[in-house]
């Protein structure tokens, strides 16, 4: 058993910030007075402990509150991606068997659920005492997400209790916890690495200052504002403060200590530029079924490990399953799911205790883990195993090249062929960056094609989409 989290936190720390949003904040204690009470009107529109409810909004103070009042009623979250289509939702939604659909507007989409319910109409009506349990069940099921769905339907991830609070532990002891901690949440609440700052908050005692979206100049203003001391991204947000660092001519004070960049490796320009303007940079790797990360690389070991994701967290083991030294990644640990749901439920997620997590890659001699690809982005051409990432890093190395996409495309003499998506941020050839690349990677890595665009396909997390590039050309 575990105590009941935000219970707990708040009777440790009620006066500290829990949360920062816009120009509010709340404490623990306060945090925890309204999750309780919405809870309570939770409660007196049907919704009861054990229930699976479905949750659909955007980042705000509000949904944070919304989140901890379901968790206080002992309900299962399914956390919908606003960015999916209504079909996509819709599936999920039916996948899940979600009792009860909560939405912060019902402008925001046509959804129909038998029981849907907006934040405001729950706020509406007078509240209905429960019993609040103040001891969790370990292996209670807090959180269902659904995978990116790279190859066929999405599944609905379970994530326990223990898988959060084993996840945050093991963050804890890489990077130590502080009393003025306060991480930077820019994240979406729906994906992991949202929602996992908000376990950590309550189990350290931690500040969430939270924005609805990503915005690279109120971010870097957060940080040089010396509150903020920790933030999650990926490589392409990285780049974006960077560029405003380098714009204005500033450096990030001492103040803040980690960015935790995840969603694959970290190009060398990326770190080369970060390290000029201060920013202690932890390439981390982490998924869905891990409640987040898995390993995380040392800011001091980003050059050095260039495009290593780091050692495991205490909790973690990690093995390359393959008869060569490259192969698929393999996941061990208390912070690894146990399960899905709905139509994937039979589908066991370990083999032997270990989660075959479809990535490519290897581990060094000194134990660091070096991700390539995700299997199924693998390119075979001519018999030859082409990762994208590694010519997308090549790319990226290119002084005009903002960002960079590959994928394969059919073709009757090498069977795949790599073909290249580049958003530019100044003037450049294809002839230019076919030169560049033939000094950095192997004749048959070179893409055949290159596709200037605007933007590259991003989920919610900032991840490329390779499976959606194509579409830009066929649309």
């Known amino acids: 058993m575990y105590p009941n989290l935000l219970l707990k936190r708040a009777s440790l720390t009620p006066n500290r ?87 912060d507007s019902f402008d925001k989409r046509n959804l129909l659920h038998v029981n849907k319910l907006s934040f405001t109409e729950v706020e509406s009506v007078e509240g209905v005492s429960f019993n609040l349990e103040t001891e969790w069940p370990k292996d209670r099921i807090v959180t269902i997400m659904y995978t990116s769905g790279t190859t066929g339907k999405p599944k609905g991830v379970r994530q326990s209790l223990d898988n959060h609070v084993m996840s945050a532990t093991g963050s804890a002891l890489n990077l130590g916890v502080q009393p003025n901690d306060c991480w930077l949440c820019t994240v979406p609440l729906f994906h992991i690495s949202g929602f996992s700052i908000l376990m950590r908050s309550v189990l350290y005692g931690m500040t969430v200052r939270l924005h609805t979206k990503f915005d690279a100049e109120k971010a870097v203003e957060e940080i040089l504002g010396g509150i903020v001391t920790g933030m999650s991204l990926v490589a392409v947000m990285l780049e974006r403060i960077i560029a405003v660092l380098e714009e204005k001519d500033l450096s990030f004070p001492s103040t803040f200590k980690s960015m935790l960049v995840g969603g694959g490796p970290v190009p060398l320009n990326y770190l080369e530029r970060a390290i000029e303007r201060n920013i202690p940079v932890l390439q981390t790797y982490g998924m869905t079924e891990t409640a987040s990360q898995t390993t995380t690389l040392s800011s001091e070991d980003a050059i050095r490990k260039l495009g290593s994701a780091g050692k495991p967290l205490f909790f973690a083991d990690v093995r390359i399953d393959g008869e060569e030294n490259i192969g698929e990644i393999c996941i061990k640990g208390p912070h690894v799911t146990r399960g899905y749901v ?101 004749s048959y890595k070179q893409p055949v094609d290159y596709y200037f665009v605007e933007h590259l396909p991003r989920n919610a997390s900032n991840k490329l989409m390779r499976r959606e590039l194509m579409k830009l050309i066929i649309d």
């Open 342 to 442: 709905g139509a994937s439920e039979s589908k066991n997620p370990l083999v032997n205790g270990w989660l075959h997590t479809g990535d490519v890659g290897y581990i060094d001699d000194e134990g660091y883990l070096f991700v390539l690809d995700r299997r199924s982005d693998l390119i075979i051409s001519g018999g030859e195993n082409i990762y994208p990432a590694e010519v997308e890093q090549a790319l990226i190395e290119h002084p005009a090249v903002r960002a960079a996409g590959v994928t394969g495309k059919r073709d009757d003499k090498w069977g795949q062929v790599p073909i290249a998506f580049v958003v530019l941020k100044e003037n450049v050839t294809e002839d230019e960056l076919k030169d560049f690349l033939k000094t950095q990677i192997a």
């Open 17 to 103: 910030i829990a949360l920062s949003f816009g120009e509010q904040e709340w404490t623990f204690a306060q945090l925890n007075e309204e999750a309780t009470l919405f809870a309570k009107r939770l409660h007196s529109k049907g919704v009861l402990p054990g229930m699976r409810v479905a949750i659909l909004a955007s980042s705000s103070a509000q949904l944070v509150i919304v989140l901890h009042s379901c968790m206080q009623l002992g309900c299962e979250l399914v956390l919908l991606n606003e960015r999916l289509t209504e079909e996509e939702l819709s599936y999920q939604l039916q996948d899940s068997k979600a009792e009860f659909l909560l939405v």
